[in-house]
C-alpha cells in the first residue's frame, strides 16, 4: 500500500528534491495571479471589517482563495457566520475527491498523510498529475510552496497597505475577483450538464438576492449541484477546479 | 476586529483542513461513491454562477447593474474569445473604474 519507491530510482525520475524544485518552477505563473488576487483579498477583507493581521492570518491558515472571497462577500453582504463558513466548505468540497486520488501517492501516518493532504491547491494538484492514479507528491509540495508565498505576500500587500492606493471601489480592485472567477467558471463548462448547473444556480442566487438573507442564496444556489445524483457513464468529477 | 470575525476565519481554516486531510486519511486511495463525486464536481459550477451574480448583479439584497456588471461582463467576453485571465481581470478592473470616473 506504500507507494513510496523504496528501490533506487532510475535515472530518468526525478529524486524528491528535483521534483519540488521542477513544482517551484512550474507554480510561478499560477504565484504571480495568485499574488494580484491576493493583494485584492487582503484590501477587500479590510473593507468587510477584517483587521490587516485578521486578513494575513486568514491567508496564513485558510490558503483557499475561492473560500476566502465566498466568505467575504458573504458577511461584506451582512450575511452571518454560519451562512460563510458553510458555504466556504461547500466551496472546498472540491478537495475532497482531489485528496481521495492523491492519497496512494502519500506515506506515512495518519497525520502526516493529513498534513501532506493540506498542500493541495488545484494547480499544483492538477500539475502533479502524472495519470493513472499516480501523484508526484514532491512536485505538488513545490509548487503549493512558491503559491503559498506569494499568496501570503500579496494579502499582507493589500491588506497593510491597500489604504495608501485609495478607494478600491474607485480604482475597481472589486471586480478583480467576480472577474475571474466568471474566468474560472467558463473554464468549467465543460458540456450541456455543468452549464444547465451553472445557470440554475445563477439563477437561483438571483431570484433570492432581494427575499433571503445576505450570504443563503449562495447557499441555496449549491442545492442546482445535485442533479450529479443523477448518474452518467465516463464522468470524472475530478476534472477541473477553481482556485 | 470582532471575536465573530475570528471565529469565522477559525471555523474556515477548521472545515478547510478537514476536508483536505479527509481524502488522504480517510479514503486512503478508495474512490468516493459515484453520486457523491457527481454532486461534488457540479458544486463549483453551481457556486461560482452564483457568486458572480450575487458580486456583479446585486448590491446587498437589491439588484443592481452598475460599473462593475460591465467590468466583468468584459472579462468574460475576453475569456470566451480565448484571452488568458489576465488581461481579462485587467480589463475588468480598467472598465469599472473607468466607468466609476465618468459617472
Redesign the interface.
Known sequence: ?DPAPSTPAPADVPTARESFRLGVRAGVPYAV?GC?LALSFGVLARDA???A??AL??SA????G??????I?I?A??GG?GA??G??????????????????S?SGR?LQ??A???T?VDASWAMANRGE?RFDRHFLFGASAVQYVTWLGGTAFGAFGGQALGDP?????????????????????RDA???G??????A???AL??IAP?GV??LV????????????AG????????T | ??T??????A???A???I???????A??????P??A??????????????????????D????HVG??TA??AV??LV??RGGS??P??AL???????L??LG
Open positions: 500500500m495571479v494580484v471589517g477584517f483587521s493581521l485578521g492570518v486568514m491558515i485558510v490558503f483557499a475561492s473560500a476566502q472571497f465566498t466568505v462577500s458577511l453582504g451582512g457566520m460563510a463558513i458555504a466556504a466548505a461547500l466551496m472546498n468540497s472540491r478537495f475532497l475527491p482531489m485528496g481521495a486520488a492523491l492519497a496512494p502519500l495518519a498523510r493529513a501532506q493532504g493540506q493541495v492514479g471601489k474607485l480604482l475597481g480592485l472589486d471586480v478583480i475577483f467576480p472577474a475571474f472567477f466568471l474566468v474560472l467558471l467558463l473554464g468549467e463548462l450538464r455543468s452549464r448547473v451553472a445557470l440554475a444556480g445563477g437561483i442566487a438571483l438576492v432581494p445576505p442564496p449562495v444556489a449549491s442545492a442546482a449541484a445535485l442533479v450529479g445524483l443523477r448518474q452518467r464522468d470524472d468529477p475530478r476534472r477541473g477546479g477553481v | 476586529m470582532s465573530e470575525l475570528w471565529l469565522v476565519i471555523g474556515c481554516a472545515v478547510t483542513a476536508i483536505k486531510a479527509a481524502g488522504p486519511v479514503l486512503g486511495g478508495r474512490e468516493l459515484p453520486r463525486a457527481g454532486v461534488i464536481g457540479l458544486m463549483a459550477p453551481a457556486l461560482l454562477a452564483a457568486l458572480i451574480v450575487t458580486q456583479a448583479l446585486a446587498g439584497s437589491r439588484l460599473a462593475d467590468g466583468v472579462a468574460g475569456a470566451w485571465v489576465l481579462a481581470v475588468a478592473v480598467v472598465v469599472t473604474a473607468g466609476r470616473a
